[in-house]
């Protein structure tokens, strides 16, 4: 125990964090302590609105001003709190580095790379400022960017989201600290992008010999890169061990929900579309393929400027089935479901729905097709009007196609509200009282409004937490189950995907790779870039048994 | 006189804008510091005075503002509160009855500038092309000419008198009208949530009218207490020149006109009304500032 002390670089005793609001004080993190020994490798792991994020900008001070901090925070054996000025500066960046969670507006956007990376090295006076410059290509040579030299002139803007976040981790290693702070470093990135960048951050931090504290909604990426797992509920800490512990004999009921929500490809017991059917005995041969598809999309082309997006993609869904498009961003799926839900027109290519070619549609008759099409868009933030209540929002498609009047679309967002497991008191309030696991299910509703007979799930449950996710993709089941609507499902999450897809297509830089029936395609996949994006699920095994031994020896080793 | 007069309508939406940058700032203070909204108050109650005059001037006064009632050119007494003019007419209620007509121009105005730069900012900014491209041009030329001078332009072709005054101060804002909002619909036209009404069956009209146009207004409103205050200063300004009320019809401006010629025996002919002036565009302004916070503070949120 006393041995533990001595190496332990971080410690945390009785954090409480809370912020001073107009109602009052609210408490964001209620007591939690915790430690990172030296070399140690922790992963906090909670849902939005947990304390995660709050506790790491605790410890590198980056609170709102209106937050109020209690307990202490000893930081190699130092208490921070009692540090002012520039005596706290001279360790941030220095000593403990940070690395914050969004790419896009995380770096300053009329300085160069080369200046952002060299900056911490002259603050903190460990290079000149005419070798700063050298120094910085090497970090980022460091940070696995390639070119790093061509890299350094360039702006934030002309970088894509994986190459700023290793910008990000290479500006918060560049002065090798002894603690690295990333809060959820990837969740803005594709899996593929996201296991390469964990693996270059996991890398560098063993170069240089850095603890990390690493910040993530995801279970799967803490027993992956995590020696020990801290659980966060609502701002306390309900659960800590390591991986093999905490996910294989989880102690608290939070962390169960949270191993129990997580997505997997592991279908025994059933995806989340089999128990829904199942429930709504809905006869297999209900879902067997109809000899007509609803909607057939043949040959889809689309160029921006002289660059195909979408490159010849044909496919076909069946009524009351799910197709799922997967692919990283940039492979063309969110292009390709704007082509069909007629939102962009193809440069060639035809869309068949029911039998009728509507790839030419407009005015009128396009809006009648919109009847029958409707779309659930990923950030349930942006697509709700914030000036109209939710009782309008659902009602407004039913409005502007002029189905039955006032009264009657009034009392069919009322059912629909109930329908999707709103309460009926929601159907007053404005988008801005809900949360946004709430809010999707207001756009979900929207959606049926109409009673359409095809829904495009544009990424829908992506920005949402896994146990809220887990809710709305049992009702996407149920709602299918219920009412035979064929989705149009997109995601880059092949876990998701398996859990709620009969078909799947693979996109990669705007052609299908492969396509078929999604126990196929994920059993026994064809294509490498199928099997690359499968083997960069992370966690993928520790969701269907206890982590793999040789993750634990390949760290120690 | 004239120059502090001619109010440039760029030069003020361009100080609006820098100011908001602050405003931020200082709403935050804004929420501690109740002398702002004491300010807030105070102007608000000066406004509200204004427009009790400008709707009964008789609770005021009960003296004809057309009758000669006193002695000429006689000081602020009781008898007379702001003192008399060059024919002996009792100068408060001159002032007073003044007010609606003032008042009542600046309301056209603003609404000439708030509809005409509402159509112009909404169309442009949704339909953009060669739409945009013309209707921008066109708010260019607006705006390259001083604001003074084309009120001027506009009145000598529309003639004489308040409301033709009134239209062509409302003209000037027009362009800075339009340019604010359809910067704000280019940002909104873009959002999700507007793409989810096109995608839930929503016509172009319904599109613009119910999503676009709700939220990408507030900006706009924010500047109409603005505009009001520069419009009384400009039709003032036109009045004083002699292109508005004509006499013996009370209008701030024409009163200060009345008054330039006996400056150095009368000051109160030309002082008072013009104090009056400049505290409803004082407060006018104080009200814009408190309207734009609040739209931040309910942004922010």
Not at chain 1, 61 to 69: C, D, G, T
Not at chain 1, 85 to 95: E, M, Q, V, W
Not at chain 1, 449 to 457: D, F, K, S, T, Y
């Amino acid at each position: 125990m006393t041995d533990e002390e001595r190496t332990e670089l971080l410690r945390v005793d009785d954090l409480r964090i809370g912020y001073r609001t107009r109602g009052g004080l609210v408490e964001a993190v209620r007591g939690i302590g915790c430690s990172v020994a030296a070399g140690g490798r922790v992963a906090v792991v909670g849902g939005s609105g947990s304390g995660k994020s709050t506790t790491a900008a605790a410890i590198v001070r980056l609170l709102a001003p209106n937050a109020a901090v209690g307990g202490t925070i000893r930081f190699d054996g130092e208490d921070l709190s009692g540090l002012r000025g520039a005596a706290f500066r001279s360790l941030l960046g220095r000593r403990i580095g940070y690395v914050p969670q969004d790419p896009t507006v995380s770096l300053n956007p009329v300085k160069t790379i080369g200046q952002q990376v060299a900056e911490v090295l002259t603050i903190h006076k460990l290079a000149d400022r005419r070798t700063a410059l050298l120094d910085a290509v090497e970090a980022l040579e460091r940070a696995g960017i390639d070119r790093p030299e061509l890299r350094a002139r360039q702006y934030p803007h002309q970088l894509s989201g994986g190459q700023r976040q290793r910008v990000l981790i290479a500006i918060a290693l560049a002065a090798r600290p002894a603690l690295v702070i990333a809060d959820e470093p990837t969740s803005a990135l594709d899996v593929t992008v996201q296991r390469r960048i964990l693996d270059q951050l996991d890398a560098l931090t063993e170069e240089v010999g850095a603890s990390t504290l690493l910040i993530t909604h995801d279970l799967g990426i803490a027993a992956e890169r995590a020696d020990r797992i801290l659980v966060l509920s609502e701002g306390a800490l309900v659960e800590e061990g390591t991986p093999d512990a905490v996910l294989g004999d989880p102690q608290h009921p939070y962390t169960r929900s949270l191993i129990a929500a997580a997505p997997s490809l592991n279908t025994t017991g059933g995806t989340f579309l089999t128990r829904a059917r199942e429930r709504h005995a809905v006869a297999p041969t209900d879902t067997a393929p109809a000899p007509e598809a609803l909607l057939r999309a043949d040959g889809l082309v689309k160029e921006f400027g002289g660059v195909r997006a979408v490159d010849d993609v044909s496919v076909a869904i069946e009524r009351r089935r799910t197709l799922a498009l997967v692919g990283e961003s940039g492979s063309g799926k969110t292009t390709t479901s704007r082509l069909i839900l007629r939102l962009e027109q193809p440069t060639a290519g035809r869309i068949v729905f029911d039998g009728e070619d509507v790839t030419a549609l407009a005015g009128g008759r396009l809006r009648q097709l919109r009847r029958r099409i409707q779309v659930v868009y990923q950030n349930p933030y942006a697509s709700l009007n914030p000036r109209l209540s939710i009782g309008d929002v659902i009602a407004e498609p039913l409005r502007s196609l002029r189905v039955g009047d006032r009264r009657s679309s009034a009392e069919r967002a009322r059912v629909l509200l109930d329908e999707v497991g709103l309460p009926a008191g929601a159907f007053d309030r404005r988008p801005a009282e809900l949360s946004g696991g709430q809010r999707q299910r207001v756009a979900i509703a929207r959606a049926l409004a109409l009673r359409p007979e095809l829904i495009v799930l544009d990424e829908a449950v992506s920005a949402l937490d896994v146990r809220v996710q887990a809710q709305i993709l049992q009702l996407l089941a149920e709602l299918q189950a219920e009412h035979g609507v064929a989705y149009l499902f997109i995601s880059h999450d092949l876990a998701v995907v398996r859990q709620i897809s009969d078909e799947v297509a693979v996109l990669r830089a705007g052609r299908v790779v492969e396509a078929g029936p999604v126990a196929t395609v994920f059993g026994d996949p064809q294509h490498p870039y199928t099997r690359d994006l499968l083997e960069a699920i992370p966690g993928r095994d520790s969701h269907s048994r206890l982590p793999d031994p040789h993750h634990s020896i390949r760290r120690t080793a | 006189m004239t120059e502090t007069l001619a109010l440039d309508r760029a030069s003020a939406s361009g100080t609006a804008a820098a100011t908001d940058a602050d405003s931020a700032a200082r709403s935050r203070r804004a929420a501690r510091g109740a002398s702002t909204v004491r300010d807030l108050v105070v102007s608000a109650v000066w406004i509200l005075v204004l427009l009790v005059a400008a709707v009964a001037p008789t609770l005021f006064t009960p003296v004809d503002p057309l009758e000669t009632t006193g002695p000429v050119r006689q000081a602020p007494s009781f008898a007379h509160l702001f003192g008399t003019d060059a024919i002996g007419r009792d100068l408060f209620s001159r002032v007073v009855h003044g007010a609606g007509l003032s008042l009542g121009a600046a309301a056209i105005a603003v609404v000439v500038g708030l509809l005409a730069g509402t159509v112009i900012g909404l169309v442009a900014g949704y339909r953009g092309g060669w739409v945009d491209a013309v209707l921008m041009r066109f708010t260019d030329v607006l705006l390259a000419i001083p604001g003074l001078l084309l009120s001027l332009a506009f009145v000598v072709a529309l003639g004489f008198g308040t409301v033709n005054v009134a239209i062509a101060v409302g003209v000037t804002s027009v362009a800075s009208n339009a340019r604010v909002l359809r910067s704000e619909v280019l940002r909104v036209r873009s959002s999700v949530y507007v793409e989810a009404a096109v995608a839930g069956g929503a016509g172009r009209l319904r599109v613009l009218l119910r999503h676009v146009l709700p939220n990408s207004i507030s900006p706009l409103l924010a500047l109409v207490a603005l505009d009001f205050s520069s419009a009384i200063l400009a039709i003032s300004a036109l009045s004083f020149l002699g292109y508005g009320a004509q006499p013996p019809t009370p209008e701030w401006g024409a009163l200060v006109a009345n008054g330039r010629d006996f400056l150095a025996t009368a000051w109160w002919m030309t002082t008072i009304p013009g104090l009056v002036i400049a505290l409803t565009v004082l407060a006018g302004n104080r009200i814009s500032r408190g309207l734009s916070n609040l739209g931040t503070a309910g942004g922010a949120r």
